[in-house]
């Protein structure tokens, strides 16, 4: 199931995503500890480990959702921006799908993909529209178009939500566990549309407990344990040789059942 992703000539490039040094604290919990991650362009990064290891903090402050303690956080050579203006513009690059959808509710899904490309991107409305109709074509939703999010299975409402951010032409997408509110037959509907994006070449923060995706989609998977990478790896070498202790015990618990 591995393909050429795994092997291709990125390394050259200035990484996208930058992460030095990373510090996060809730109260006396120290959520992240000195995280120190490069991620390249059209890379697909999974991150794995029990809960509470930090994977959801990484994933949300890599578009300011979550702020740091210490360290410095920079996409495409560019500091991550306090607030502001700057800071919506950012968002808009670094699209973000969540386990709730959370899209609006009193919007019908083409107007949930239309309204940030107008607001934000200021893109003509009918360009907006016509590119909103394409994505939800292509994550396969596009018969829904009229619909409110209500009326929609939790699978479809997760696909117009990954239309949603690609609609903003992000730089780099971040997954929080996009599948984890869903029944297990639309599991797969959802991890399909992420697969054609990584195969299409976007580049993917994915934190999920779906192990099948991580060794089929990623390039790199990053087990995390206590806020700290405890280990990196293509998936084949992870899921077949873990080389530390945690990762080890994490895999046969999580395995073989």
Known sequence: M???????????????VVLRNVNKHFGALHVLQDIDLEIQQGEVVVLI???????????RTINRLETVDSGTITIDGRPLPAEGRELARLRAEVGMVFQSFNLFAHKTVLENVVLGQVKVRGIARDKAVA????????????????????????????????????????KVMLFDEPTSALDPEMINEVLEVMRQLAADGMTMVVVT??????????????????GRIVEQNTPEAFFTA????????????????
């Open 2 to 16: 591995t393909t050429s992703r795994h092997t291709d000539s990125r390394a050259d490039a200035a990484p996208l």
């Open 49 to 59: 480990g029990p809960s509470g290891s930090g994977k959801s903090t990484l994933c």
């Open 131 to 170: 590119t909103a109709k394409e994505l939800l074509e292509r994550v396969g939703v596009g018969a829904q178009a009229e619909k409110y999010p209500a009326q929609l299975s939790g699978g479809q409402q997760q696909r117009v939500a990954i239309a949603r951010a690609l609609a903003m032409n992000p």
């Open 209 to 226: 407990h779906e192990m099948g995706f991580a060794r089929s989609a990623a390039n790199r998977v990053l087990f995390m344990a206590d």
């Open 242 to 257: 873990p080389r530390s202790e945690r990762a080890k015990d994490f895999l046969s618990k999580i395995l073989h059942h």
